[in-house]
């Protein structure tokens, strides 16, 4: 139930995200396929997702564009956080939503196991062929069957930081992990809490993050993918490495703004506006899709907020992906023209006009990005190569790498909370993976 390959090649890094690399002359594609007119005038589409606040915003006008184009009307549901809880009554009660947007493949492989999923239209899929790279046409797939379009791109492997505050301190962004915790003790002393840690037991995704791109560097692309389908156990000496590393920092209360216990409470929404808005911090984790975040305060991405790669704890320098996936939960003309709509550069356009987003669409043209961060990313990405892999925890079963309050969420949770205890964390991720793994 896992996705078979999960190495990202050169040539398809460099494809991954070539909606914002892709050549300034390249004209966005014309879609000319989804129900137009009205054609859907009457129809109703219930859509679930776990976006909030900004997210959620940016996401309904996507929406929004759909109903103008169809006449179709369109609610939107939040699933909260944990995605499979409140799928999975539904689905077994056989009123699931139209269509859902899943945060993991590995929960997309779970329900096609299951048969909860319906395989895309002919049309649908060809509008995936006409738009994807295979890659990401595979991560949507299962048995032969392509059930997902890969709608949403998060790229994990940056900081997000003030530069005034970094120029006062005489900080430059630091390009390894050492120069990492040097700089945030320089911080710390010129009067500046270097971090804000999201670990809220809702938010705590973000810990599996660092962790992952910690990993990803000291221990290579190989053992990553090793550990990803657990044929490497987590008590092994490379996870104790990675977490004692992050004990480097998580250790130091004094480098997160409000100590352990506030961390422990502070939800990544939070964390993102205490750096830019209430400016508490010097700097915080989140992928490109904190500049949605960043977006609601004074502070201006590209001026006030910017990023560095995040800084290389080992010979690799880490490249992480994420990626949110769209299935049709039932059969219908307004589902499926919903997923078509989706996979086509028109959805894309309408979200990357707003800001905080990527798209693994090639053909949305890198004028419709409103986020000057964007091509920084893409430079990032295609210096990686083929060492660049998918965020470890969204490939994992939903209950070890997706679920609040469980498996790597809740062992590295109470890793922060008491970071001297390495061989016990190991032991409580190790116990939880064997039995997600099942």
């Excluded at 939800?267 to 500049?291: H, L, N, P």
């Excluded at 910017?306 to 049709?328: E, N, Q, W, Y």
């Excluded at 990032?380 to 060492?387: E, I, P, S, V, W």
Aim: aromatic content about 8%; hydrophobic content about 40%; proline content about 6%.
């Amino acid at each position: 139930m896992r996705v078979t390959r999960r190495v990202l090649s050169a040539a398809v890094a460099a494809g991954l995200l070539v909606s914002v690399a892709a050549a300034c002359g390249d004209d966005e594609k014309k879609d000319d396929g989804a129900a137009g007119g009205g054609a859907l005038k009457g129809v109703k589409v219930e859509v679930a997702a776990k976006w909030t606040g900004p997210e959620e915003k940016n996401f309904r006008e996507v929406l929004k564009a759909f109903e103008k184009k169809t006449g179709a009307t369109v609610q939107y549901a939040s699933t909260g956080e944990n995605t499979d809880a409140y799928l999975g009554p539904r689905l077994e009660a056989k009123n699931p939503p139209d269509v859902a947007i899943l945060p993991q493949p590995g929960l997309m492989q779970q329900y096609a196991g299951k048969g909860q999923l319906k395989p895309l239209a002919a049309d649908v899929v060809s509008e995936v062929d006409k738009n994807f790279s295979p890659y990401w046409k595979e991560l949507g797939s299962a048995k032969g069957q392509t059930y997902g379009v890969l709608i949403k791109a998060a790229y994990k492997s940056i900081l997000w930081y003030r530069p005034q505050v970094f120029a006062d301190a005489g900080v430059q962004p630091p390009a390894t992990w050492p120069d990492l915790v040097k700089a945030a003790g320089t911080l710390q002393d010129s009067g500046t809490t270097p971090f804000v840690l999201a670990a809220g037991a809702q938010d705590s995704w973000t810990l599996t993050d660092w962790f992952e791109n910690v990993y990803l560097s000291q221990a290579g692309p190989e053992n990553y993918d090793k550990l990803a389908k657990h044929e490497i156990k987590w008590t092994d000496p490379t996870v104790a490495k990675a977490l004692t590393t992050l004990a480097e920092i998580w250790g130091k209360p004094d480098f997160i703004s409000g100590g352990l216990a506030q961390a422990t409470k502070t939800k990544f929404d939070g964390s993102v506006t205490e750096v830019f808005g209430q400016q508490k911090a010097a700097m915080v984790y989140g992928g490109d899709f904190a500049a949605a975040n960043i977006a609601t305060t004074k502070s201006k991405v590209g001026t006030d907020a910017k990023v560095f790669p995040f800084p290389k704890a080992g010979d690799t320098a880490p490249a992480m992906l994420g990626g949110d996936v769209a299935v049709a939960l039932k059969d219908g003309k307004g589902p499926m023209e919903l997923m078509k709509f989706l996979a086509s550069p028109e959805a894309g356009k309408v979200w990357a006009g707003l800001g905080g987003y990527l798209s693994p669409n090639k053909n949305v043209a890198p004028s419709a990005y409103s986020d000057p961060v964007a091509k920084e990313l893409i430079a990032q990405l295609h210096k990686a190569g083929d060492a660049a892999r998918y965020d470890l925890s969204d490939l994992a079963p939903a209950a070890f790498g997706g679920t609040p309050g469980k498996g790597m969420w809740e062992a590295l949770r109470g890793f922060v909370q008491k970071p001297s205890d390495v061989k016990g964390t190991q032991a409580r991720l190790e116990a939880e993976a064997a039995k997600a793994y099942k």
